[in-house]
C-alpha cells in the first residue's frame, strides 16, 4: 500500500503563489506517476497536473498551464505543485494522487489519495 500526505495549503489573494509538497511512503515502487486533482465546491474532482517517476514527462491540465509546474524528488519520494498566478478560480481542495500514468493523468482507474489540501484565493 501507499500513504500520501499533503501539505502547503493556505489563503492567499489573487496573483500570488503557493506551493503544494506531497510525500509518499510504503510500497511506492508499485505506482509509475504521481499527480494532482482539485474539487471546487458543486463540481466535479479534475485533473491538475502528473509527473511520472521514471522519465521526466509531465502533463497539465489547460487551465493552468504555464501558471503552475509540477515537480518532483525521487530521493525524498515527494512531488511538489509550484502555483503561480492564482486566480480566484482555482479555489479548491487539491488532492494528491499516486498510480498508474494513465490513472493519475486521465482519472480513470485506481489511484492511492491524500486526504486533500484547502487552497482559497482572494479576489
Known amino acids: 500500500q501507499v500513504q500520501l500526505v499533503e501539505s502547503g495549503g493556505g489563503l492567499v489573494q489573487a496573483g500570488g503563489s503557493l506551493r503544494l509538497s506531497c510525500a509518499a511512503s510504503?510500497?511506492?515502487?508499485?505506482?509509475?506517476?504521481m499527480g494532482w486533482f482539485r474539487q471546487a465546491p458543486g463540481k466535479e474532482r479534475e485533473f491538475v497536473a502528473g509527473?511520472?517517476?521514471?522519465?521526466?514527462?509531465?502533463y497539465y491540465a489547460d487551465s493552468v498551464k504555464g501558471r503552475f509546474t509540477i515537480s518532483r524528488d525521487n530521493a525524498k519520494n515527494t512531488v511538489y505543485l509550484q502555483m503561480n498566478s492564482l486566480k480566484p478560480e482555482d479555489t479548491a481542495v487539491y488532492y494528491c494522487?499516486?498510480?498508474?500514468?494513465?490513472?493519475?493523468?486521465?482519472?480513470?482507474?485506481?489511484?492511492?489519495w491524500g486526504q486533500g489540501t484547502q487552497v482559497t484565493v482572494s479576489s
Open positions: 494522487a499516486a498510480g498508474k500514468l494513465r490513472s493519475v493523468v486521465t482519472g480513470i482507474g485506481t489511484n492511492y
Open positions: 510504503g510500497r511506492t515502487f508499485s505506482t509509475d506517476a
Open positions: 509527473i511520472n517517476w521514471t522519465g521526466v514527462n509531465t
